[in-house]
């Protein structure tokens, strides 16, 4: 990993290593994924969204 900040995924803290300094769980970047218009995957998460809200309103 490199000098950015991280999250960690038990406790919350921030660190600058993979590795939480407080609790030894995993550390990882808190930001989403860059937005790509050749995502791969979109078609499936914007019909898994459909079928969620649709559910919602039944």
Do not use: I
């Amino acid at each position: 990993m490199d000098n950015n900040m991280a999250k960690c995924m038990e406790c919350g803290a921030y660190a600058l290593r993979e590795v939480c300094p407080k609790c030894g769980g995993r550390a990882t970047t808190p930001h989403p994924p860059r937005f790509s218009p050749e995502d791969r995957y979109g078609h499936y998460r914007r019909r898994l969204h459909k079928l969620a809200a649709e559910e919602a309103v039944q």
